[in-house]
């Protein structure tokens, strides 16, 4: 049974029970054709059944390089960009919070940019510590993972050796083709595969994130469990009401009917503002085509109701909202008693920060309200690995849900190609 919870009461203000039921048959129809594989974009599936298919032969693989990697590193490079390195990133931010479980390495990423003064700092940190590098890319021929694999594998052999450099690198790529899997083989890296049939925003719980969030030391396990869970729980649950994936695919359709082009994701943990990320980039990717498709975007709160917050409470009616609410955190602190009470801070001595950050978010969600933004609440009790398992795979199946109910291709990106093109060409790379 999930952990998660959708609570639609404050969203009643801005459609009626009567919307909810018209748009049912159309909400079961894009579950059917989901699951019945007849949807367009079919042929990149994989990720539906991908948690319940998670054997145990892979999961130990997976665990033994993770700790073989850790044990030898302070740091591992994620190198990777979009779909193979957000996901991984998504989780390792939300759990910096908790203890590792098992041996662990502090994550960077490179290949997410080809910004030089990055690669500067970066390599003035891996000229002082141990690392070793995950490459992540699915065509095996993305330029900016392409370039910091070069730069880093550059640094690695010169600090280290040709090979014991290449003992401490590996690869995730295609099976069988793509530039990164022609050098992993003649170079002897160890090689994970992404499988040909789940696109790169769906590969989290695939070896893209598995490896390097077990590097980090969390518990995989947990990830796929909680995973598993909420894949049985959209699949076999049949109403809007108990399936809460099929109920958030409805809403938000039935919003940007309304004029709600803008959905925000938001959040009073700090730790979730790349899970925000890597929400952006599967809404965004998935439905963002054909002249259609509500914009995702992401505030961290409190910290941005003090800039875009003004904006939601009173800008263009434009925006509904997504709050997660997480009940109880990871650590805790009080605010201290002050006897001088100089900065009349002493009416909250000694409430937790839990207890006043939920407050901020229940005040602001009604003010938002209040302000005319339909918010959707998802109510989680606390961050771990398990919950986060649920929350992928509930936005994933949601998002698919979603792009069909929409009339677009859920698992497509054809939007992307563009810039690289024109990049291309004024770079010069033969056939351009
Ligand atoms: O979701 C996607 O397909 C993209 O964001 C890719 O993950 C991204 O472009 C990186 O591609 P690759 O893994 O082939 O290097």
Redesign the pocket.
Known sequence: MGKIKLNIESVTKFITAAEIDAIRGEIESAKELLLSGKGAGNDFLGWVNLPSETGADFMKRVKDEAERLAKMSQTIVVI?????Y?GTRAVVEALASREPKGPSASIVYAGHTMDPDYYAQLMKRLDKEDYSVIV???????T??AIAFRLIRQHLEKKYGKEIANNRIAVI?DAQK?ALHTIAGAEGYPQFV?PDNV?????VLTS?GLLPIGGAGYDIDKLVSGAQAMQRECAEKKSLEENPALMYAAIRNLLYRKGYKVEILTSFKYGLRYFSEWWK?LYG?SEGKDGKGILPYSLSFTTDLHSLGQYVQDGERMVFETMIEVAQSNQEFSVPNDEANIDGLNYIAERTLTYVNNNALKGTREAHVAGGVPVIGLEIPQIDEEVLGQMIYFFEFACAVSGYTLGVNPFN?PG?EAYKTNMFRLLGKPGF
């Open positions: 990777g960009i979009g779909g193979s957000l992540i890319s699915k065509s095996g021929t993305t900016e993972p790529t793509g992404i696109g790169g925003r769906f590969s893209v980039q990717e990106q992307v």
